[in-house]
């Protein structure tokens, strides 16, 4: 039994593998494989209407948010949210809570002014910054909703004037939120939704043709919509595995009640490293994430033991990332509160607690 903690690519539902590999074998009964099947044939098509629909169902999306599929991973975003949104010479504002935040901030600047209204980075990171001013000429504020690398995630999302844009890659689906008060949402599907390879991308169609710039056919959201998130040919089996995802997701009760058994899987771990004395997390307690868990130990010369001892156990992907060092634990939504407890377990055990 593997328990995988990793962060991304990351679980999936193992009902998700099971019935990707069928369809790898036999598409819908057709004989074909879904690697060979065509995008513009009514069975693929009925594919990614249903994904694009679910999304909408499951964010409770008004008529205003279109939902698209597209290529690349959360990095194409960075590019072309500015691309599609931010004049030469107009303003955006944007948060640097993180490695993610930063290069959002670095390609925005390619496409017009950037004012950063607040950075963490004093504090490596572990903090989400709570005071800041957002200029009423910004074109948009952007925030990363959780950060994934040092385990910071906004537990309560800025109220602001201006139109709001989030990086949700790594918390999308695991929380209810107003979602319609997003004017765009865009997440790389690795972490909740699916395979690496494709993005979902959330927009609220007002924003869209408001600047001069030329766009580039394949970069301009609107070409996108139009054609009904098939301009070209999209990741098909990528977008295939995120329907079957959403399908689970819905099977379950949706957000909010994948939402309890995050809140649940956060409070079991995070309550034992408050009460082991071996462990600490490394992220200011109001401000952790629920999906990715952070924490070193006290004594750092046991960290290479217990990270044996985890893998003994078939705990797999709990090494920090190398620029904060420690644990990370990553707790999406297809990991089950059975997984959580061996960690915790074990956790207990090497500390020699009953
Ligand atoms: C993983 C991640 C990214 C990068 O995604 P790619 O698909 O590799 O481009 C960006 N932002 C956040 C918050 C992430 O967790």
Same mark, same amino acid.
């Given at each position: ?107 925005? $600047?390619?496409? #017009?002014?950037?004012? %950063? ?5 004093? !504090? &490596?990171?572990?903090?989400?910054? =709570? ?59 690795? $972490?909740?939704? #699916?395979?690496?390879? %494709? ?5 609220? !169609? &007002?924003?869209?043709?408001?600047? =001069? ?142």
């Amino acid at each position: 039994m593997v328990h995988n903690f990793n962060a991304g690519p990351s679980i999936l539902p193992r009902t998700v593998i099971e019935d990707a590999a069928a369809a790898v074998l036999n598409f819908n009964n057709t004989g074909l494989s879904i690697l060979e099947y065509g995008h513009r044939t009514p069975a693929f098509t009925a594919v990614m209407e249903e994904a694009r629909a679910l999304v909408k169902e499951l964010m409770q999306l008004d008529a205003q948010h279109e939902v698209l599929f597209l290529h690349g991973g959360a990095s194409t975003q960075f590019m072309q949210v500015p691309m599609n949104l931010l004049d030469t010479k107009e303003k955006a504002a944007y948060t640097d809570t993180g490695v993610w935040g930063s290069k959002a901030i670095k390609e925005a $600047k390619l496409f #017009g002014k950037v004012e %950063v209204v607040c950075s963490s980075k004093d !504090k &490596n990171y572990t903090y989400i910054p =709570k005071d800041f001013a957002v200029p009423n000429d910004s074109r948009y504020l952007h925030i990363t909703t959780n950060n994934t690398i040092y385990g910071t995630q906004w537990q309560k999302i800025p109220k602001t004037s201006n139109p709001l844009v989030a990086d949700m890659s790594s918390d999308i689906f695991s929380r209810v939120l107003d979602f319609n008060a997003f004017d765009l949402i865009y997440a790389g599907a690795q $972490k909740n939704m #699916g395979p690496s390879g %494709v993005n979902l991308v959330v927009v609220n !169609k &007002n924003m869209l043709g408001k600047i =001069k710039r030329t766009i580039p056919t394949i970069m301009d959201y609107r070409n996108h919509i139009n054609e009904g998130s098939m301009l070209n040919t999209p990741p098909v089996f990528a977008v295939y595995v995120c329907l079957l995802t959403l399908r689970w997701l819905q099977s379950i009760g949706g957000v909010a009640a994948i939402e309890k058994i995050n809140n649940e899987k956060a409070a079991l771990l995070y309550n034992e490293i408050d009460s082991n004395e071996l462990f600490t997390g490394t992220v200011k307690k109001e401000d952790r994430s629920k999906m990715n868990v952070c924490f070193v130990m006290n004594d750092p010369a046991l960290e290479s033991s217990f990270l044996e001892y985890t893998t003994s156990l078939g705990i797999v992907g709990i090494k920090g990332h190398r620029s904060v060092g420690g644990f990370r634990a990553s707790l999406y939504n297809a990991l089950p509160v059975s997984s959580v407890q061996v960690l915790v377990d074990a956790m207990r055990t090497f500390a020699g607690k009953k």
